[in-house]
């Protein structure tokens, strides 16, 4: 394994969580693979810490599904199969749904000019990874005014564990473009404030996304 290139720790974050996202952005970025090999002293000693940190930041990771700690075998990056990423999916259906109908009917004009700004900024980046952000962040200016924090909360997490996989995937131009649409297609009809078709625009939106995800063997 190698941490070489991994992003310098920010000052704002107390030692373990500058260290999880650190670790964080290289898995959701495929520069840690599924599988590999996550040694507490070599991460202590990249981020020239304590292993106390270190084992904290991974519990973080392990709690959103990145990282999987194993008896006499330490810490390894999480791999997901088609079943399992498509169950991710399937949860992320049901609760992104409930999350919109409460939120809906409590946007305002400012959520929804932050929405359609996210989606301006979508089309001319060009790199995947930013875009992966740029995702999750339209998404979440949806589902913020519902208020359900501990939801969304949960939504992240499998947005979190799903995205890594389209982008090291290198989702293309055509699958971008038709995301795009779709992501239009919610925002006009929660801007209609037609709870019932932004649903099902949103519903028809990840589970086509499940098809742009396919494993390596």
Known sequence: MTLN????????????????????????????????????????????????????ALFQLQAEGLVDIIHNRGAIVTSLNTAEIEELYTMRIALESIALRRAIPRMTTADFLTAEAILNHIDIEPNLRHWADLNWQFHEALYRPSGMFHLLDVVKTLHTNVVRYLITQRVNGSQLHTSQQEHRAILAHARDGDVSAACAALEQHLAGAVIAVSLKP
């Open 5 to 56: 290139g991994l992003d310098t720790l920010p000052p704002s974050q107390n030692t373990a969580d500058r260290i999880a996202e650190a670790l964080r952005k290289a898995i959701l970025q495929g520069q840690l693979h599924s599988g590999q090999s996550l040694r507490q002293d070599e991460i202590a000693a990249t981020f020239q810490v304590s292993k106390i940190p270190v084992r904290e």
